[in-house]
């Protein structure tokens, strides 16, 4: 990828812990405010991010994310330890979810993590190795044109 | 109409008094669950709902979200109220159900046609 980093920045999310979770997004959406970053962009962003931490805090034990911003684009990189996902294809499915019932109490597990990330990302990449972990890529560009030409 | 005028109109119980009462709310959207709200609430909605939980406090604010109203006069905890605070997210009850509420939300500021 091109470009001079603007900023790099990472943060650790603890699977489990429903209390602080979402604290790694809001901080995203708050650098990126900082930075003066268009507010769609950093609507988008703030959906993938929270979506992805999610993820980590519902099934993984713990994972990082990390944010880069670029003059083209926001790069976000999540790498968990976790149980993995068997069938990628499945888990991208809307309305697929494992969700626990004391999960879907609190307003988790409509199955649409996932597929909102992919919605509001300009590229999404997901790899996933069961009994290891899960890695999610996901670039939004600041450039609507660089879209169009990538 | 801004937020101060629909909580008088609806009589709606202020929780904690951090954030923009003179916010100019865009609509609402009435849900539990938390994808969803996600997905489509827009900037500015009043977000209404039976959840009380510290998660709330982050989709709302990671939306831009106006307030969030919880309905059954359902009462969060300490901490989410802390983290209203911190994040300056807005947070009212009401002892109307999810659908009373909705209703008079919607007679008071959709465009009558
Ligand atoms: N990081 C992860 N580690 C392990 N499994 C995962 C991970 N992320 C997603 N999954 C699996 O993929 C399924 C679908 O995820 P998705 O985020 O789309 O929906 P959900 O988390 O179940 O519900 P929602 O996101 O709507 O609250 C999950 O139920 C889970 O089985
Ligand atoms: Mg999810």
Known sequence: MSGENVLSQSFEIIGGNFGRAGKASTTVKDILKELGIDPSIIRRTAIATYEAEMNVVMYAEKGEMTLRVTPEMVHLHLQDQGPGIPDIKLAMKEGYSTATPEMREMGFGAGMGLPNIKKNSDLFEISSEVGKGTRLEIVIYLNPKVKANP | ?113
């Open chain 2, 1 to 113: 109409m801004q937020l101060m005028n629909i909580i008088n109109a609806l009589s709606l119980e202020v929780l904690q008094l951090q954030g923009d009462f003179n916010v100019e709310v865009r609509g609402g959207y009435t849900s539990d669950m938390l994808s969803d709200v996600l997905a489509h609430s827009r900037e500015k909605n009043i977000w209404i709902t039976f959840q009380t939980h510290q998660n709330v406090v982050a989709v709302a604010k990671l939306k831009d979200l106006a307030a969030v109203i919880f309905v059954n006069n359902r009462t969060p905890d300490e901490d989410t109220l802390k983290r209203a605070r911190e994040e300056n997210v807005i947070l009212l009850r009401t002892a109307d159900s999810a659908f009373g509420i909705s209703g008079k939300l919607y007679g008071l500021i959709m465009p009558k046609d």
